[in-house]
């Protein structure tokens, strides 16, 4: 086992973006998370006997809280495309984790997983970054398990975010926080809206503001009868045959 020091100087070689204590005192350089953010997000306290799948899980921060709250398994996907999975291994190996790392796209998680569905999913920090946010929403509902738990935090549109209407703003270059990564900040509205339409029934923005522009929905799956049911009543409602006028 590697001494303190060891450790701190072995860290240092990955990029961090989470604080993660890997031993009592010893944690991880990053630029965000860490244990006094934990409260906000409303992660259950207990997981035990859930299956929870991060998506997007960066360098593990979150799926390695969920092993701690007692999961029965948690899976950890991402692309990692930016810096590597060197730090996510890193911090896998030293807690001594079992969480299953997943490398894909999000676009591709349904058929990658063979159809698994989860108790509960996390979607944090994504949704803004990707190019087609409603498309993604429903690959979200997709892995969830009906009556199944999803935890998504976005960045949203403070302009916007009084509105009842949902609307969502666009960023085609830096604007959104000076990173060409950003592409749309929904208002809180449209966040509950788009998860309604992809098969979740109850829907609360348990944070509306935090970290300046930023916000947290806890949103319930549907059972598999009520999403058919919905599914069938919108296909009807937007291919409904307009009145023959005489």
Known sequence: MRTGEELRAALR?????HCIELRPGIVTPGVAG???????????????GKTVLDIGCWDGFFSFECEKRGAER????????NAGRGAFDF???????????????????????????????LFLGVLYHLRHPLL??????????????????????????????????F???????DDPTSWWAPNPAAVAKMLMACGFSEVL?????????????????????????????????????PPVRR
């Open 13 to 17: 070689q990955h990029f961090w973006y």
């Open 34 to 48: 860490g244990a006094h953010t934990l409260p906000y997000y409303g992660i259950p306290a207990d997981l035990s």
């Open 74 to 81: 948690v899976v950890g996907a991402d692309n990692w495309e």
């Open 91 to 121: 911090a896998r190996t030293e807690l001594g984790s079992r969480v299953e790392p997943l490398e894909c796209d999000i676009y591709d998680l349904p058929g990658t997983l063979g159809g698994e569905r989860f108790d509960v999913v």
């Open 136 to 169: 993604a929403l429903e690959k979200v509902a997709a892995v969830t398990a009906p009556g199944g738990l999803a935890i998504v935090e976005t960045v949203v549109d403070l302009e916007t975010a009084v509105l009842s209407r949902p609307v969502m703003a």
């Open 171 to 177: 960023f085609p270059g830096r604007e959104l926080n």
């Open 205 to 241: 923005n348990n944070i509306q503001v935090w970290q300046g522009n930023r916000s947290i929905f806890h949103a319930l799956k549907m059972s598999d009868a009520q999403v058919e049911r919905e599914r069938q009543r919108d296909h009807r409602d937007r291919h409904r045959r």
